[in-house]
């Protein structure tokens, strides 16, 4: 799950899913960020927007070579389904990797993976919502990076 999720996007992670999952809009999708941040979860946490989250003062963008950042659309998401026996619904999407990835820029390291909604992902980073920021702490070596954010899934939404 989650390291923690942002405020803004707290309970909104299956209406997400499902309106990517479902093309809807058709430019829709999830945008995974890697950060290299000092910032407590309690500050990030309150804000609105990834351009936000980038222009606080303890946390950039990695910009690394070969990084990029990864976009999941309909193609990638399935709809949520409840699971009725445990009284949730638990969102997932596959494993991903950012390939051949160097520490050579400025920010030569990552902790942490930040998971936004974007209506429109050619869209401005001030338009993007973050959902969840999840620890992964990684020095990129010009290999793979496999992020698996956690083998339940990205989210759980309990019923209660």
Partial sequence: MANFKFVTGAGRFREFNDRVANNDPSTSGLVLVAINTSETDATLQDLNTLAAVLANGNTDEFDGTGYARIVLDDTDLTASTEDDV???????????????????????????????????????????????????????????????????????????
Avoid: E
């Fill in 86 to 160: 445990n009284n949730r619904v638990d969102l997932d999407f596959a494993d991903q990797v950012f390939s051949s990835v160097s520490a050579d820029g400025s920010v030569a390291s990552i902790t942490d993976i930040v998971l936004c909604y974007a209506p429109n992902t050619g869209g401005a980073d001030s338009t993007f919502i973050p959902l969840g920021c999840y620890d992964f702490v990684v020095t990129p070596n010009g290999g793979n990076i496999n992020l698996q954010v956690n083998a339940q899934g990205y989210a759980t939404c309990p019923a209660t």
